[in-house]
């Protein structure tokens, strides 16, 4: 079975960078997409990008000029950079996984769905 | 890019049926066949419950079920049962990212 595990710290300072990793075990990185997802206290939803485990990337673009995602295969992580953080980015972060199908045409492409997700940590911007 | 409209909540008694509808645009919701729903129960991680309008992963009960039409999706719970007091959000593609739903909580009354 699947387990996705977010690590990071819980606290961090506005206009600092925050930083997760999310650990997969039971299965491998490969060939799959990997997203986070924040949902701030009490409010919906919001997907913050998403990384094949080649490293290609795609992020929201209301959030792009803050974000990196990368990517460890040897250790079977993926993790988030959020720079310039304010109290607008606190929030419970998930990672989450998206299967991928093969196109004759195109090649391997990710699907639009999350199947596997963490647990979610909450990170606090405050000072 | 925007959160894309559901009902603040519904409600419905237990074997009821309640739908959810969840509103777009001809950008996302009404562009493509990829719009999925989760559950998410307080302080839990959501769950996969339709995926592609209206496929069920395996486990999901087939009370749960999806549809669209035009720029509007929607999910049935049939025979509402007690667990299925939550709250649901869509998401769609929407060409070069994914959007969320505001959020329903369905009351089981």
């Known amino acids: 079975q699947v387990q996705l595990q977010e690590s990071g710290p819980g606290l961090v300072k506005p206009s600092e960078t925050l930083s997760l990793t999310c650990t997969v075990s039971g299965g491998s990185i490969s060939t799959y997409y990997w997203s986070w997802i924040r949902q701030p206290p009490g409010k919906g939803l919001e997907w913050i990008g998403y990384?094949?485990?080649?490293?290609?990337?795609n992020y929201n673009p209301s959030l792009k000029s803050r974000v990196s995602i990368s990517v460890d295969t040897s250790k079977n992580q993926f993790s988030l950079k959020l720079s310039s953080v304010t109290a607008a980015d606190t929030a419970v972060y998930y990672c989450?996984?998206?299967?991928?199908?093969?196109?004759?045409?195109?090649?391997?492409?990710?699907?639009?769905?999350?199947?596997?997700w963490g647990q979610g940590t909450l990170v606090t911007v405050s000072s | 890019q925007s959160a894309l409209t559901q009902p603040r909540s519904v409600s419905g008694s237990p074997g009821q049926s309640v739908t959810i509808s969840c509103t777009g645009t001809?950008?996302?919701?009404?562009?493509?066949?990829?719009v999925s729903w989760y559950q998410q129960h307080p302080g839990k991680a959501p769950k996969l419950m339709i995926y592609d309008v209206s496929k069920r992963p395996s486990g999901v009960p087939d009370r749960f079920s999806g549809s669209k039409s035009g720029n509007t999706a929607s999910l049935t719970i049939s025979g509402l049962q007690a667990e299925d007091e939550a709250d649901y959000y869509c998401?769609?593609?929407?060409?070069?990212?994914?959007?969320f739903g505001t959020g329903t909580k369905v009351t089981v009354l």
């Open positions: 001809s950008s996302d919701v009404g562009g493509y066949d990829y």
């Open positions: 998401c769609s593609y929407a060409g070069s990212s994914l959007d």
């Open positions: 989450a996984r998206s299967k991928t199908y093969y196109d004759i045409l195109t090649g391997y492409s990710t699907t639009y769905y999350f199947d596997y």
């Open positions: 990384i094949y485990y080649s490293g290609s990337t």
